[in-house]
């Protein structure tokens, strides 16, 4: 079954650290795969999608097909960073989301 | 260009009763999803709706149904509510359906069962 994985709730880091926030997914073909963010009291939008391989806010993921992975990375964490990040599968034309991990980043 | 709009925004009912929510996609975009986003359970894909035709639809009961007018505005309706319908449910607009598409959330509609 098409399954989304992200093993962290919360991940706690501070100002100027690396962030890796973690994704694994169970698909079954040639998967695409999305990191949308949603921070406090706003909507939730798309942070970037593997196709583009673009870095965003400082942001990049890349898919690891051997692993199953597609996990987000950032060098240097800012405390504008802190939101819910959920990692999205798009099958069919609609989106398999993780339960999302909550990144804290303190000052 | 305007946002994604759904209305209304809050909404209180008691088991048995039926919803209407309403979500209105930003101009030009054709294709509406709908989610259902819970503490546990996360968002998960209720519906997916493009030029008026339901084109996907995910694992929920038969209560839960939706529709979409000629102007791309979409309903879902809920019957014969439950307790574990207490949920944030939200919608999503893209030009049309695929991948290469993003898809625009709106605010989503907070409905409380009591």
């Known amino acids: 079954a098409q399954r989304v994985t992200q093993p962290e709730k919360l991940l706690s880091v501070f100002k100027g650290a690396p962030v890796e926030l973690k994704c694994n997914y169970s698909?079954?073909?040639?998967?695409?795969l999305f990191w949308y963010v949603q921070y406090s009291r706003q909507r939730l939008q798309l942070l970037l999608r593997?196709?583009s391989r673009e870095s965003i806010k400082g942001f990049t993921a890349d898919l690891n097909k051997g692993e199953t992975s597609f996990h987000l990375k950032k060098p240097f964490a800012q405390e504008e960073d802190s939101a819910m990040y959920y990692c999205?599968?798009?099958?069919?034309?609609?989106?398999?989301f993780g339960t999302g991990t909550r990144l804290q980043v303190f000052p | 260009k305007a946002g994604v709009t759904q209305t209304p925004r809050y909404l209180i009912k008691t088991r048995g009763q039926q919803v209407t929510l309403s979500c209105s996609p930003i101009?030009?975009?054709?294709?509406v999803s709908w989610y259902q986003q819970t503490p546990g359970q996360g968002l998960q894909f209720l519906f997916e709706?493009?030029?008026?035709?339901?084109?996907n639809k995910g694992n929920f009961p038969g209560r839960f149904s939706g529709r979409q007018f000629s102007n791309s505005r979409s309903e879902m309706n809920v019957s014969t509510l439950e307790l574990g319908d207490s949920a944030l449910y939200l919608c999503?607009?893209?030009?049309?359906?695929?991948?290469?598409?993003?898809?625009?959330f709106g605010p989503g509609t907070r409905l409380t069962v009591t």
């Open positions: 999503a607009s893209s030009v049309i359906p695929g991948a290469n598409y993003e898809q625009y």
């Open positions: 698909y079954s073909g040639s998967p695409e």
């Open positions: 593997h196709i």
């Open positions: 999205a599968l798009k099958d069919t034309d609609k989106l398999i």
């Open positions: 101009s030009g975009h054709r294709s």
């Open positions: 709706y493009f030029s008026e035709t339901q084109r």
